[in-house]
């Protein structure tokens, strides 16, 4: 029972080793400051371009909220893929993973490390996306109206950003070029999986199994849902209507079966 309760905080210590070391390489290359930059102005520019020309703010502050956290799912989307786009593939690119796995360090611990640290730096750009977005609330309509259903969405596009970065760290896994495992995560995300949404609705097929179906539904708790818009998610008809807890158990599969497969074809390509 001793040794293996040591070897449980051996590995939860070497993943915490690992995430931090993946943290520090982002803060290192900037993306943390990239992406931290990209959330503020995203939240900002509903604020400011309105107040500047004088054109008058939305009527209520579920309007504000839902017209701001419109563009939530691509901020998710670019983040993701700058955290975990080459997270995997620029190891085995560089060679580098082959230094690290002959160490005493378990290889899982590295891995898991690197998706957490993945994780938690979209989850923080998210954050702060969100935490301006309220501040502007609270000024303009009062605290008040920071209502139960901006938590729901902040807690949605958690589970939503979870989903994404494992699919993103999945092609991380299974691609040799990092360029390459950045830019289809990226336009997976941004353009493949949506249009095939739309082609799936042509047909009459509903198309519940993929993951940015259920982008929409990040604003959807404000009350009229999205017809039209900007980036993935986004529904040009309404033909069908997402199902909000099929889109929990869609983006749960998608979180854990994809970071699970992700982490077991990395583990084989050690050996390439």
């Known amino acids: 029972m001793t040794k293996v309760m040591n070897k449980v905080k051996s590995d939860i210590y070497d993943t915490f080793l690992s995430t931090k070391f993946e943290l520090l390489k982002h803060y290192r290359r900037n993306r943390i400051q990239m992406a931290v930059l990209m959330a503020i ?31 939530a799912n691509l901020l998710i989307i670019i983040s993701g893929a700058l955290f975990a786009g080459d997270i995997i593939s620029l190891e085995f690119e560089n060679r580098t993973g082959l230094i690290l796995f002959p160490t005493p360090q ?37 605290l008040s109206e920071i209502s139960t259903e901006f938590l729901k969405s902040y807690l949605f596009s958690i589970l939503y950003m979870c989903g994404a970065v494992s699919l993103i760290f999945f092609f991380s896994s299974i691609l040799k070029g990092a360029i390459t495992s950045t830019l289809l995560g990226f336009f997976s995300l941004m353009m493949i999986m949506p249009i095939t949404e ?4 042509m047909v009459e097929i509903e198309p519940w199994f993929i993951i940015t179906y259920y982008g929409g539904l990040i604003t959807d708790f ?34 854990i079966i994809l970071f699970l497969l992700g982490l077991f074809l990395a583990n084989r390509r050690r050996g390439e």
């Open 41 to 71: 102005a995203l939240a900002s520019v509903f604020y400011l371009i309105p107040t500047i020309w004088d054109i008058g703010l939305a009527e209520t502050a579920g309007d504000f909220a839902q017209l701001n956290l419109g563009f």
């Open 106 to 142: 378990d290889h899982n611990s590295i891995f898991v490390g690197k998706y957490i640290a993945s994780v938690v730096s979209t989850l923080s750009v998210l954050t702060i996306y969100y935490l301006v977005t309220a501040l502007e609330i609270q000024y303009v309509y009062g």
């Open 198 to 201: 739309q082609v799936m609705k």
């Open 222 to 255: 404000f009350g009229v849902a999205q017809t039209s818009g900007f980036g993935p998610g986004d529904r040009f008809e309404a033909t069908f209507a997402p199902d909000f807890y099929t889109g929990l158990m869609v983006m749960l599969g998608y979180t």
